[in-house]
């Protein structure tokens, strides 16, 4: 199975989408493990569909390494990777 662009959908539109069914619903993000010299965040999100959930009804990881982003984003490493965290979860 190959990857089409055209069928891909930004996490912008996915967290939309999962406020617009889950209006109580919650995104959690949890840094797992950050070393900030080296440039590399492991981040976990949690989702779950209602306000009274005490356990998640998914859960994904990311893992960000600030020297494989392009310079321009860099500085942005740590955001990048949670938003792809909850965008996986998603």
């Known amino acids: 199975m190959s990857f089409k662009l055209d069928d891909y959908e930004d996490v912008a539109s996915r967290i939309k989408r999962f406020r617009d069914k889950y209006d ?4 959690v993000v949890d840094v797992i493990s ?6 590399i965040i492991l981040v976990e999100a949690s989702i779950y569909r209602y306000g009274e959930d005490t356990l998640p009804a998914a859960t994904d990881i990311a893992l960000g390494i600030r020297d494989t982003f392009n310079e321009n984003m860099r ?5 990048d990777t949670a938003t792809s965290a909850i965008g996986r979860a998603i």
């Open 24 to 27: 109580s619903g919650r995104i």
């Open 34 to 39: 950050h070393d900030a010299k080296e440039g």
């Open 75 to 79: 500085k942005f490493y740590a955001e």
